[in-house]
Structures are given as structure tokens and as C-alpha cells.
């Protein structure tokens, strides 16, 4: 059995897939929710023009159902996007083909999405608690046997925020001490975007939305994409962080509503895995598996 082979089912309702990009809005809801002011980014109108085109034109879907089309250069890295525009005008047919080659990933990127152990909710700087602290070491010691047994991690990525630095660092107490690693403050926690349903219990302002979902969306443009055609190598990536930054990373990744992210829960020490493969194509292959976690050690604060 796979180390990553111990999934705990979770049920992530698709509705529209949505091709992300960016429009604008100069209207703020009063409720400080929705219709974010321009720049933030929404879903794009024609999604649903060109879903309902493809429905209404086929007997396998219902219209209530639409169905969207995979954006193959979402990461902007597809081998046309890395050309030089100017000099494959002027080239051959056998340097444009060379050229293509050259921009064309070849490895396959695997991310690994960790959230952070259990923390005091009520005490800054919100550092782990007791619990908190054993749950990072048992994910520790499931990564390190990955390491050992099935695939080496190549580095480790964390949040600047006490409860995931320390929970990286137990991880990394785990993890051969030559293991490269950072920390970066673009993961911090946050709120990604405005939430559909929206919860009674947690109603950031706007602006909240606006600054943090900006930088949320910067920590996935950085870190989640396909390999860089000089990478030759297939890869494995941790990433230490937050349960708002990992669910929007995955909405975003699979091209789903990225308003549908706090649909998902993830337990505390959980793991996520995404998966890009040279093409852009990406797939989850596990959302908040918390299999290395006895019953009396889950949490979800």
C-alpha cells in the first residue's frame, strides 16, 4: 500500500468548472461579500456562454449542469507562452519545432499541501498546542517513510506564521538534516476569496479579500504550475501552510469555482497532493488524508 494510498473521502461539489481569469466590478455588496471592487479577480462571464453553447447543443448533459472546458495554458507556461515571439516569426519550420521543444516541460511536479498542527486559538502568536505538536511529528514521520520508501522529497516550503513553522520544523526533525528548505510569507493565512455559500460566523470585509486573496493568489501562481522545461527530473515539493491557502490552491489548481474553497475541510497535520503533470493537466490525488493520525489525535481548529 502507497503511502499516499490512505485517503479520507472528501466531497468537493464541482458546479461550474470555471475558467479563472479577470474582470471588473466597481460595485462593493454592502455586506462586504460580494462584488468585490476591479481589480480583484472574478469568474469570467463567458464561461457560462460557452458551457451553455456546448450543453444546449449536446443530449449527454443537463442545462442544469453546464459544462466548462479545461484552460490548458492556466499557468501560462504552455511551450507557445515561452517562446520568443519575435524570433519564431522569423524562423524555419525547423527551428520553430525546435524551438517548441526546448519550452516543453518534460517532469512531472508533485505538490505536497500540509496544514499545520493543532494551535491555541485564543493566545497569540497562536502556537502550536500540545496535540498540536504530536500531530506534526506523526506527519513527519509518514513523509520521512515517502522519503525513504516511494519518492525523495526534493524541499520543503513553509509559512511565516508560528504555527506552521513550527510545525515544519518538527516535520524537518523527521526529514535527513541535508533537506533543503524556506519560508515564505506569501503562504501566510488569509482570506482567498469571497466564499459561496457565505457562513454567518466568518464575514471578512472587503478589503480583506482584496489585499489577501492578491497575495494568496501570488503564493499560487508562484508555487503551483507545471515544471520549467529545464527541470528534467521529476519532482516533490511540501508545503507547510494554511487550510484557506491550501483549499483555494486546489479549487484554483483543478480550475474549479475558487468561491466553492470553505466547501472543503481539512484536518489539522492533514495532506493534500496535487499533481501537474509536463502538460499542464492536474489532478488531486488526496484532499485532508489524515490516515497517520490515531482517532484520538484529530482535530480540525
Known amino acids: 500500500m502507497g503511502v499516499f494510498s490512505r485517503v479520507v473521502k472528501t466531497t468537493v461539489p464541482l458546479g461550474v468548472a470555471a475558467y479563472t481569469a479577470y474582470s471588473y466590478n466597481d460595485e462593493i455588496a454592502a455586506d462586504g461579500i460580494h462584488g468585490l471592487a476591479a481589480p480583484f479577480r472574478q469568474l469570467n462571464a463567458f464561461v457560462s456562454s460557452a458551457s451553455n453553447s456546448w450543453v444546449n447543443s449536446s443530449t ?100 511565516t506564521m508560528t504555527r506552521a513553522t513550527e510545525t515544519a520544523n518538527l516535520i524537518l526533525e523527521q526529514l535527513p538534516s541535508t533537506m533543503h528548505y524556506s519560508s515564505d510569507s506569501l503562504l501566510e493565512e488569509g482570506a482567498p476569496y469571497p466564499p459561496e455559500p457565505a457562513v454567518g460566523h466568518w464575514r471578512p470585509h472587503a478589503k480583506k479579500f482584496f489585499s489577501e486573496g492578491s497575495r494568496i493568489e501570488s503564493a499560487f501562481r508562484k508555487y503551483i504550475h507545471r515544471a520549467s522545461p529545464k527541470q528534467k527530473k521529476d519532482s516533490l515539493e511540501v508545503i507547510v501552510c494554511h487550510a484557506n491557502v491550501i483549499r483555494y490552491f486546489v479549487c484554483r ?14 484536518g489539522n497535520s492533514s495532506i493534500t497532493v496535487i499533481v501537474i503533470r509536463p502538460n499542464g493537466r492536474a489532478s488531486l490525488r488526496s484532499v485532508g488524508d489524515i490516515g497517520h493520525l490515531p482517532a484520538e489525535k484529530i482535530s480540525y481548529t
Open 253 to 266: 489548481a483543478l480550475q474549479f469555482p475558487p468561491e466553492g474553497w470553505l466547501r472543503m475541510s481539512l
Open 60 to 159: 449527454t448533459f443537463d442545462s442544469a449542469f453546464p459544462r466548462g472546458h479545461w484552460h490548458d495554458n492556466w499557468d501560462f507556461r504552455a511551450p507557445m507562452s515561452l517562446v520568443d515571439e519575435k524570433k519564431y516569426s522569423k524562423a524555419t519550420d525547423e527551428e520553430k519545432e525546435q524551438m517548441i521543444k526546448e519550452a516543453t516541460a518534460t517532469a512531472t511536479r508533485t505538490i505536497v499541501l500540509i496544514r499545520h498542527g493543532q494551535y491555541e486559538l485564543d493566545k497569540k502568536p497562536y502556537a502550536l498546542t500540545q496535540l498540536g505538536r504530536e500531530q506534526a511529528t506523526l506527519v513527519g514521520k509518514r513523509l520521512a517513510e515517502l522519503h525513504e520508501k516511494r519518492t525523495k522529497i526534493d524541499e520543503v516550503f513553509m509559512s
